[in-house]
């Protein structure tokens, strides 16, 4: 959690640090609104994302692949911005081209007992 009121990032640096070896997902900022991370999928991996209370927005900095919301299909590359409402089932699938993305997760959403998901990062 950060008690900045607010902090610069430059896109090269988040990069400079992503595991390529692997799966890989760095938050590199949290508040009580929103939370941000940087995601890399190689080739071949498997997507560990899952429905969860937050909306989130995706932006993908670098690959392609599919992302799978609900019961649709979409094809993602560099420069796909996505938005994926809280709740919804979802997961990147046959990755191309090792995929890194930016995930900017908001603050979860109030739902019945019987429809909570997990908080991102929990």
Do not use: N
Request: hydrophobic share 40%; charged share 25%; aromatic share 8%.
């Amino acid at each position: 959690m950060s008690d900045a009121t607010w902090q610069i990032f430059q896109l090269g640096d988040l990069l400079g640090k992503v595991e390529r070896s692997g799966v890989s997902l760095k938050e590199f900022l949290r508040t009580p609104s929103l939370s941000c991370s940087i995601y890399h999928l190689p080739v071949g991996s498997r997507d560990m994302s899952s429905a969860h209370e937050e909306d989130e927005l995706y932006l993908v900095l670098e690959g392609k692949a599919h992302l799978r919301i609900d019961d649709s299909e979409h094809h993602v590359e560099r420069g796909t911005l996505m938005y994926v409402q809280a709740a919804c089932d979802h997961a990147f699938f046959d990755i191309q081209e090792d995929l890194t993305v930016l995930a900017f997760f908001g603050a979860p959403v109030s739902m019945p007992a019987h429809g909570r998901r997990h908080r991102h990062g929990a």
